[in-house]
C-alpha cells in the first residue's frame, strides 16, 4: 500500500474508544486513552519527586540526576509525565514513526497535566522544529501535534515559525560516543528567525523525548539569546538515569 493511502485510512478508522496500547475496548472514556491494566504495568510515571533540572526520575535521595550535577543545560527545568519505558516507547514511536498522529492528544493531555501540576506561568509554546528534509519525509512533526494540543489546553499561542531547524542532525539515538557527540552533533542545529514572539518571554518547548537534553539545551540556548526570559521543556518521556554499576557483577 502507498504511504499516502495507509495514511490516509489510518486517519479514517481511528478506534476512539479503544486503548492505545491493547486496542481492548474501553469500558469508559479515558483521559489518556488507556484501559486500567495498560495504564498501571506499561507506564512509570515520573511525578513530582524528579531530578530539579532535567525531570528524570530520580534514582537517588538526590535533587539532581547525575548528568545535571555534572553537566550544564540551557533550559531552566524540564518535565515529562513517565520514564521513556515500555509503554511510553510504543507511543513515542509510534507517533514519530509509524504515523500514529491520534497518538498526540492523549499524549499530549498527559504532558499538560503533568506540566500544571507545577503551576509554572508560560507565555508561548514552541515545539522542536523538524529539518524540512525530515519533514517532508514523515508528513508531519510529532512534536508540533503534541505543542498543538497543549497551547490549547493551556490557551496560549503556539509558535512554529520563530526557530527553524537548519541542520540534518543524525537520529541522536543512532549516535556512538555518548554525550560529546550528541552536543556536537546539535551545535548550531536551530536558528532564530524572528525575536518578536519570545523576546522577554517565558517558552515552553515541547518535545516528545528527552534523552540527555542536548537537543533541549541547543535549542533553549537559542531562544534564550533571543532575549527569552526563561525556557522550559516539556516532554512525553525521558529516558531513565544509568543505574550505577553495581561492584562484583
Ligand atoms: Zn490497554
Ligand atoms: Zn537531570
Not at 6 to 29: G, I, M
Not at 35 to 50: H, K, L
Not at 97 to 125: C, G, Q
Not at 210 to 239: D, N, P, R, W
Request: charged residues 25%.
Amino acid at each position: 500500500m502507498s504511504s499516502k493511502l495507509s495514511r490516509f485510512l489510518s486517519l479514517l478508522f481511528v478506534a476512539e474508544h479503544n486503548c492505545l496500547l491493547c486496542d481492548r475496548e474501553l469500558p469508559a472514556p479515558s483521559r489518556y486513552r488507556l484501559c486500567a491494566p495498560c495504564y498501571a504495568t506499561a507506564f512509570e510515571v515520573i511525578g513530582n519527586r524528579c531530578c530539579l533540572k532535567c525531570g528524570k526520575m530520580l534514582l537517588s535521595e538526590e535533587n539532581y540526576c547525575l548528568d545535571c550535577q555534572n553537566h550544564d543545560k540551557a533550559f531552566d527545568r524540564a518535565f515529562s509525565p513517565v520514564s521513556y519505558t515500555g509503554g511510553a516507547v510504543k507511543l513515542v514511536t509510534g507517533l514519530k514513526f509509524h504515523n500514529k498522529r491520534y497518538y498526540a492528544e492523549p499524549m499530549a493531555r498527559w504532558m499538560t497535566d503533568r506540566f500544571l501540576s507545577e503551576e509554572i506561568a508560560v507565555d508561548v509554546v514552541l515545539p522542536i522544529p523538524l529539518h524540512p528534509n525530515r519533514r517532508k519525509e514523515r508528513g508531519y512533526n510529532q512534536s508540533e501535534l503534541l505543542a498543538k494540543t497543549i497551547a490549547q489546553a493551556l490557551r496560549l499561542p503556539l509558535d512554529v515559525t520563530s526557530v527553524v531547524r537548519e541542520k540534518d542532525t543524525l537520529a541522536s539515538t543512532g549516535l556512538t560516543g555518548g554525550r560529546k557527540a550528541r552536543e556536537e552533533n546539535m551545535k548550531g542545529a536551530f536558528r532564530l528567525t524572528a525575536k518578536d514572539n519570545i523576546k522577554d518571554k517565558v517558552v515552553l518547548v515541547v518535545d516528545d523525548v528527552i534523552t540527555t537534553g542536548a537537543t533541549s539545551s541547543e535549542i533553549a540556548s537559542v531562544i534564550k539569546k533571543g532575549g527569552a526570559k526563561k525556557v522550559y521543556v516539556l516532554c512525553f518521556a525521558s529516558t531513565r538515569e544509568k543505574p550505577p554499576i553495581q561492584e562484583g557483577y
